[in-house]
């Protein structure tokens, strides 16, 4: 899934998918241990999507903070 993609997903599709993606990053993980994967590679991509998910989140929420009048 791309970043762009991402972008145009609500917050709270965006936390379902982040939590979607980390419990297949840990059944991956103990699956990885226990036995052979069938394509490690889908370790690497569960998680950059997590992390690009992330950096989205962290993009809307300091863009909240900017347009929100800073209280002194």
């Known amino acids: ?3 762009a993609e991402l972008r145009e997903m609500s ?7 982040l939590k979607e ?3 297949n990053l840990f059944r991956l993980k103990i699956k990885a241990a226990t036995e052979k994967l069938e394509s490690p590679t889908e370790l ?6 997590a992390a690009r998910i992330n950096t ?3 993009q809307r929420e300091l863009k909240k903070a900017a347009e929100t ?3 002194v």
Do not use: N, S, W, Y
């Open 44 to 49: 690497k991509k569960h998680r950059h999507l």
């Open 21 to 23: 993606t980390i419990e």
């Open 69 to 71: 009048p800073a209280a």
């Open 56 to 58: 989205v989140l962290r």
């Open 11 to 17: 917050d709270e599709q965006l936390t379902l998918t």
């Open 1 to 3: 899934m791309k970043a």
